[in-house]
Nanobody, 127 residues
Framework: QVQLAESGGGLVQAGDSLRLSCAAS????????MGWFRQAPGKEREFVAA??????????ARSVKGQFTISRDNAKNTVYVYLQMNSLKPEDTAVYYC??????????????????WGQGTQVTVSS
């Protein structure tokens, strides 16, 4: 059974940090590109960051580059993907989703490439 489970969201103040985690199991996710997307209230879901299967390549949305860091741990049966978020701003408030793509034929921001998605975790940043 495929499962992508996000955790680590919460309510924080502007300037704080959070680390989101995603536990992916049920497929050989160690060979998948893993990504983070977010959806703010009233807005479309947008790409945040992605990482290739080995962790050697990372991709970031322009809006979070230098502020967020994506990483992964390819454990035996479960792949863990992390999103370290620093200097959080109210505009970072959103539901954050973990996603998995077997390969990328377009840019990492193209949602259609990601076959598996988690349920999301809420991040709220107060000013």
């Amino acid at each position: 059974q495929v499962q992508l489970a996000e955790s680590g969201g919460g309510l924080v103040q502007a300037g704080d940090s959070l680390r989101l985690s995603c536990a992916a199991s049920g497929r050989t996710f160690s060979r998948y590109v893993m990504g983070w997307f977010r959806q703010a209230p009233g807005k479309e879901r947008e790409f945040v960051a992605a990482i290739n299967w080995s962790g050697s390549s990372t991709y970031y949305a322009r809006s979070v580059k230098g502020q967020f860091t994506i990483s992964r741990d390819n454990a035996k049966n479960t792949v863990y993907v992390y999103l370290q978020m620093n200097s959080l701003k109210p505009e970072d408030t959103a539901v954050y989703y973990c996603a998995a793509a077997s390969s990328l034929v377009a840019g990492p921001e193209a949602e259609s490439q990601y076959a598996y998605w988690g349920q999301g975790t809420q991040v709220t940043v107060s000013s």
